[in-house]
């Protein structure tokens, strides 16, 4: 195998490709007949028109039945997805990379599912959890802040860079919560119209940030006008910019409520990455479901109970109403534990 990183500090440009390329051929001849090689190439959205050097070669090794398979590798999804629908269709098979989930945490360090749904899943920052202070600037200074900077300023184009980074921050402050654009234009400064805040938000959530899940409506077309509910994707990034610690948190009716259940929303969003499945919220007539999960014809509405106050009552016997419901679920009090809802696999739900 041959690993190169477009990150190093020299200059690249689409000729590094075609060096790194012939690097891994040359493994190839030296493997002998009927053995192969591996190429991974990473942070290739760094290269200028990396797509379409990578078309050519693998054009050229096909024709030549070469046997060597590549890994293209990007820490920015939104440019990653964009080379590939340019110029590399019927070439490429997505493998998407989330947030850890609870069994991962718990198994890489030992978590426990308080200390998961606090500290979420970025293991990179495990290490530093005895350290609350250090933690959280490592979240904010370390992973917050590079993912915006570098994933989405310096990648897309973002007419209102200080606009974005107000939008992450309500995000995470109403985390869990339905929040009209209009009301996010109440809020905040500048706003401009509400396509421009829906078009960040979409940023933000390439970037494995922020989300805005859509109400279920049944029809696409309907779906797309209602008002999002926001959600972290990683529960650090609420916690993080809390200050709270995790037993003061445990000791807040409220906010531990919302936390547990940005971090169920959380752990379905990441599960819905490249598996074919969507996530909404439900509500009408005073009544709300706090996720509805869609995988063909099939619906699971789940029901989270966390403790917090809510504004609404239970809707899934309104929701199963209106709606042929494959599962209903109650998680938390009363219902499946949270750490037994983390630990089953979301496809479970829909057989």
């Keep these: 195998s041959h690993y190169a990183s477009a990150d190093d500090p020299a200059l690249k440009d ?19 007949k009927g053995s192969g090689a591996l190429l991974v190439l990473d942070e290739i959205q760094k290269i200028p028109g990396w797509s379409e050097v990578v078309k050519r070669l693998w054009d050229e090794d096909t024709m030549a039945d070469t046997p060597l398979r590549v890994v293209v590798l990007g820490s920015s999804p939104l440019l990653v997805q964009q080379g590939l629908s340019e110029s590399l269709a019927g070439r490429f098979e997505v493998l998407p990379v989330h947030h850890w989930f609870y069994a991962e945490m718990r198994d890489a360090f030992g978590w426990s599912v308080e200390q998961y749904v606090f500290f979420g899943g970025y293991p990179g920052a495990a290490q530093l959890v005895s350290d609350p202070e250090r933690w959280r600037h490592y979240v904010l ?50 706003a401009g119209n509400t396509t421009t805040l829906a078009h960040y938000l979409q940023l933000l959530r390439g970037a494995g940030l922020v989300m ?69 919220y439900w509500s009408g007539r005073n009544c709300e479901v706090d996720f509805v999960l869609s995988r063909a014809k099939k619906l699971v509405a789940i029901e989270v109970k966390s403790g917090r106050v809510r504004t609404g009552l239970p809707g899934i016997e309104a929701f199963s109403r209106e709606h042929a419901v494959h599962r209903k679920l109650l998680v938390g009090q009363g219902g499946i534990p949270p750490e037994q809802f983390f630990d089953t696999p979301v496809a479970d739900w829909f057989e």
Excluded at 14 to 32: C, F, K, N, S, Y
Excluded at 245 to 273: C, K
């Design 14 to 32: 689409r000729d590094w490709i075609g060096q790194q390329w012939e690097t891994a051929r040359l493994l190839v001849r030296r493997a002998g």
């Design 141 to 190: 200074d370390s992973l917050v802040e590079t993912s915006v900077s570098r994933d989405v300023l310096l990648m897309t184009r973002v007419d209102k860079p200080a606009l974005l980074r107000r939008l992450f921050e309500l995000g995470c402050v109403h985390s869990g919560q339905v929040l009209s654009y209009q009301k996010m234009v109440g809020q905040l400064q500048d």
């Design 212 to 280: 805005g899940i859509e109400k279920y409506m049944g029809q696409e077309l309907r779906r797309r006008a209602t008002s999002p509910k926001l959600l972290v994707m990683n529960t650090a990034l609420m916690t993080a910019r809390s200050g709270m610690s995790l037993d003061e948190a445990r000791f807040d009716p409220e906010f531990w409520g919302r936390l547990v259940e940005t971090a169920v929303g959380a752990h379905l969003a990441n599960a819905a990455v490249g598996a074919n499945s969507g996530l909404f």
